[in-house]
Each structure stands twice: as C-alpha cells, then as structure tokens.
C-alpha cells in the first residue's frame, strides 16, 4: 500500500476516532502519480531493447540498460511511436496536445526580427522557408495547466529549450528556461578527453537526485504528481563516468571504430568517442533504474505510470557493423528522424505487452489528463488522443488505427523543407521545392521507405497528400514559397548540399545508404 493510500486512511480513522461515527472510511478515487524520463537524440533502434521483435537491427545490443529492459519487460513496448524532427518542436508537442503545424513551433532557430518567412538565413536556396514561433503561446494549454485543477503538483527537471519560463506554463518546480548549455559540463581540457574526476555527467546524477527529492516530498505531503524528467542525454558533447567508459574501449566495434579512424582509446576525440556514447547510455540507464527503485521504496509502484520515450529521432551510424533499419535522421521526417522508442509501466498495464498502433507525441496530454481522472473530450485545440485506454487492452477501433499524423519542417538546415502524414500503414511525404515528385509509401512492408509506391496507387497518395494539405490550411501552418532570388551555384556550394540531395525525393527505388547495406 502506497503512502499516498495510506495518508488518506489515517485522515479518516483520525475523524473516527473524534467522535464523527458517520464517516464512511472508502478508500478515495486513487489519482496516480505520473513520470515521464524523457530523453534527448535517441534512436528507435539506440536502446538494447528491439522496438519491433521481428527486426534485429531495431535494437543496439552493445549497450548495457538493464533498467530500461526491465521497464520493457513490466510494461508495454510501442512499436510506432512518433517523436518530431528535431527536439523542441517535440517538446512543444508534448506540452500543448498539439501538432506541429498547429502550435508554429517548428524548429529551434534564431529567427528574430522576421513575421513569417526566413528571408535571411538561406539567401540563394530554391525557396524561402518559414521563421518558426519562439516560444510557447501564453494562453496554451500545457501538462501542468491541465493537471493541476485535477490536484497534481507539477515539476519538470531538465531540459527545457522553449525559450520561456516553464514557471508561466504552469510548472511549480522547474529549472528554468534551459537549452543544451546546461547538459554539456565539459570545458577546458575536458573537451577533447574525459576528466579523471568527472562525477555528473551530462547533469544525470544530480537531475536524479532532485527528482527523488521532488518525489519524497510529494509522498509525505499524500499529493498526486506529474514528473518531467527532461536529460540532457544522449545528446551530442557526449560525457560519462570515466570508469562507464572504460567498460567499453575494447569492445570489437568500438576497437574496430579506432582502428578505421586512425585512433585510439588514449588518442580519439571524446566527441566521437563510441565508448563514450555507449557509457552515457549505462549511466542514464543507472538513473532510470534510481528512480524506479525510488518509486518502488516509496510504495507507489501500483500508482504510478512511468513514460520513458525520446523527443526525436536519430541515426547512430558510428559503429562498424551497426546497420539502420529507418532512413534519414534527426531533422528530416523520414522514418529516422521522427519513429522514437517508447515504453509505458503503470496500473491495469500487461506486462511485456507490445501495441502496434501508431501513437506519437501529442498524445501524452490527453492520456495524462486520462490517467487522472479528467475528461480528456473535453480539451480543447489539441490533436492529440487519449492512449489510456489502449495500453489497459482495449482493442483500437480501424478509426484510431487510420488516423492521420502530421509532420511539418519548413526550414532548411541540414534537411530541406517538407512535410509527412501518416495514417494507418501508409506515409505521404511532400518536398516543396519539388512538388511534382510524389512520394507514398506501405511502411508495413517497407519500414525504410526504400521503395516509393505514388505512381502504383496515384488515388490513395492524392486521398492523403490532399488530407494533409487542407489540415495544414485548417491550422493556417506556415509554409514556405519559391525563392525569386534563387541561385543554383550558391546552394550547391552550400556545405549540406550534397545530404540535401541524397536525402531528397525520388521516384521509383532510392539507393541504399552504406550502413543500410
């Protein structure tokens, strides 16, 4: 029995034992407590846990988490879920209940001084993108707007990067407006080699230590809580317990990394360093399992859900031998840059369950407020749908199942502006400085969208392409124009050129990447 459960007993034999011989001693509607570890550039296939049991490459078995496959095995697997392209749109996401193209928050660019197009930062490309929106709208629905008039504190630890104050959007525990910054500890001569007396890496022990503490409180005050644990891992400027990394340096792939790179374990760049990254991941997965084993000494394991998921895509391509079941990476909306790991433990949830279903991103406001008692029907502007449902076995009806995803990245850097709907099995992609190539895809049978399918079944790419173009109207989504100044020469001496081209759109089969190979 948890202690929240018990506190409420305690109120009602202490009314009792005043004298109120009328009180009724029913254990109160259980509000459960929530924690969302919410990790940063993790691919579908970067954790030792296979997203899809029938493909042995959507898992890295290099690396040591035991905790999070020890979550997988109590809880549910999710085979499709959807992140974004890149990690504050994805943040944004999760906040509002809304899509991308619907709340504006598209990218984390510098785009000052501009009210809708981006006419500075790519002068001579095919078109103009969009700015995107700098922050989140101040009357937005959020997490914890929601929750707390349903009784829940609220605290998001970690990585914020939505340039506002998580305190306006309503969290009462916070560690401000945080971008990157924070998570890269190393300076000096840290930056090239691992310091023999790094003790927080990527801030992961001490994140942990002040959710624990956040927890502890919540516990003896008898409060329901939503947590946001935010790292700064796995993100890039790769850090981890020098004695973690040492448990990799001569693993095969890695000395097989040095041997192709000219480098070794004493020369190679921490920054590129596999055995780093591959210690980065044992150390988050040691403060994953802290805080499960804090939830379980506490005693509310049986009230509590725990969300573990990335905010975005990504390709972990730096192992020799490490093949990629998705195409493209963080900043596109292929496959690779948006499909995330996801696994869900909590009460009424089959242990060791898989659901098949597409789910993504914005769905996490309306099932929190699900889980906690709220009506998630009720929200409103959000498109985002309650999963509570199906994660305690419901089946999902073909409308769930069908139901259309947007994607929306009308900027350049180093991807192009294009967009993607998915619904059901298949995926429409649309590139807009080549609208004339369509693009559909049977993700089913061709998860790395290898094989473009629009000229087979020109009506259902017309059906969907034209779903996701009058959505995008609906929600007035920014959407980039032609570059009267455009300059071929320009652009293609620009440094991403030649990925912006082999990344692009084509028709019939693209080429295999080498690490697809």
Known sequence: MGRIRVHAWMVCLASLAAGAATARCEAPPQ???IILLYIDDWAWNGTPVAMDDGMPNSRMPVLRMPN???????????????GSPQCSPGRACVQTGQSTPRNGFSVFMNSKGQDYYDKKSFPGYPLVPCISDMSLDADALTIPKALKPLGYTCAHLGKWHLRSDPGAAGYSVHDGDTSNTPGNTLTGEGKRRLPADLSDPKLMFSLTRKAIAFMNEQVEAGTPFYLQISHYAMHEGRECLPATRAKYVDHPAVQEYYRKTGTTAETVNRKSDPAVWLGMGEDLDGRIGAVLDEVAKLGIEDETYVVLVSDNGYRHSFLPGLT????????????????????????????????????????????????????????????????AGYMKGATPAPEFLGRPLYFHYPHYRSSRPHSALIAG????????????????FDLSRDPGEVENIAREDPDRHAELHGEMMSYFRNVEARLPKANPDYDPELYKASKDHAKLLRWGPFKGERPLDDDER
Do not use: C
Request: aromatic share 14%; no cysteine.
């Open 425 to 440: 099995q298949y995926k429409v992609m649309h590139f807009y400085d080549h609208p004339e190539i369509p693009m559909l």
């Open 68 to 82: 999070v496959a020890k979550l997988a095995g109590q809880g549910m697997k999710f085979r499709n879920a959807y």
């Open 324 to 387: 990629q079941p998705l195409h493209g990476a963080k900043w596109w909306v292929w496959d690779g840059g948006i499909r995330v790991p996801m696994i869900v433990r909590g009460p009424g949830i089959r242990p060791g369950s898989v659901f098949d279903g597409n789910v993504i991103n914005y769905d996490f406001l309306p099932t929190f407020v699900d889980w906690a008692g709220g009506d998630p029907e009720a929200l409103e502007e959000i498109d985002g749908r309650s999963l």
């Open 31 to 33: 509000r459960p407590n």
